[in-house]
């Protein structure tokens, strides 16, 4: 297996002074604004290193859960070349042209008691889209690699349902059990198999020491929608198992962690459920209730939220904010709010809703309330990436400096 290192092609945390980490949330359709929010950074850097600059060069860890995998594994896994198969810049181009075939619309628009009649024979015998061209598409792009080739280590969450457990797609992990080193194609499937939108994905491995792992995978939103805590607990267990690689770094030294968690919305100002409302349900409305899911709904904003909640508290408590930002935006209203509606107006709002969201204020959540409000100062979210992607241009030229420097000493 190709590993110098457990940071594959990227000089390692212990040539520097951080340990970074990129995460992206789940979200159907609304994965175009995360291109948006990718795409702008990738331009920072650029402007600092040149245009080969990559986002893939800059991360140790790269995270994503269900579209947020899918965006992982475009900037992460390599073409012929060994560089990023896409540049951020390309993958809203890549959702406008492939979501209207992966999430097809039906021809007449309504909503209501009349829209869900003539699919509830369909939804209560499978799920609303069949898959296909989504297993198409990815087994094509992405082909044989395999989670060993990325470029830098990613994460990637799922849910086992036979054995109802999460399974965490860990480059990390890989290493140790190779039962994991399955291909990336695989993973982005498995990821993104909402239920009711997709059908499990199954398939089976069987790695270098000849055994076989079966796997039965849902939406790793029903695991971390928000994989931030995910990928910093891998992080944080190899630096408990003295990986070299994490240098000097300690256990729960998040003080020196840098991690930029990109969200994809949410609809909480439209209030679109209550209990009253919600009383009245029976199995069918809490999977389809005027065109949105209130089950998958609720249980991703809850995953959301909780991992935001946990990350904002643990790097105030290391008086580390600085180090910790976090993109979303909570006002979603209408079709903006929803995860396959792929049709061309709603994917062009997609995009303006990201470019709006980049001149909007920072926000920070309110450890007391749960509130998101801005923070005192009047920074936006570009200026603040920015910020970060100067950071990082740094990290990345200190690390190269002090590798060459090891490499000459002990050529000497």
Known sequence: MENDSSCKKNKPPSCGTLVTILSLDGGGVRGVIVGVILAYLEQQLQELDGENARLADYFDVVAGTSTGGLVTAMVTVPDDTGRPLFAAKDIVPFYLEHSPKIFPQPDVKCRGLFALLPKLPKLLSGPKYDGKYLRNLLSKFLGEKRLHQTITNVVIPTFDIKRLQPTIFSSYQSLVDPSLNVKVSDICIGTSAAPTFFPPHYFS???????TTEFHLVDGGVTANNPTLVAITAVSKQIVKNNPDMGKLKPLGYDKFLVISIGTGSTKKEQNYSAKKAAKWGIISWL???G?????DITMES?????HFHSSVLFKALQSEENYLRIDDD??????SSMDLSTKSNLNNLVKIGEKLLKNRVVHMNIDTGVYEPVPEDITNDQELKRFAKILSEERKLRRMRSDTMIKDSSN
């Not at 491995?205 to 055994?211: A, F, R, T, V």
């Not at 949105?292 to 998958?296: A, S």
């Open 205 to 211: 491995n069987e790695d270098s020491q000849g055994k």
């Open 331 to 336: 006002t979603l209203e209408g079709d903006a």
């Open 303 to 307: 995953s959301r939220d909780m991992i």
């Open 292 to 296: 949105f899911t209130p089950i998958l």
């Open 288 to 290: 389809y209730d005027d």
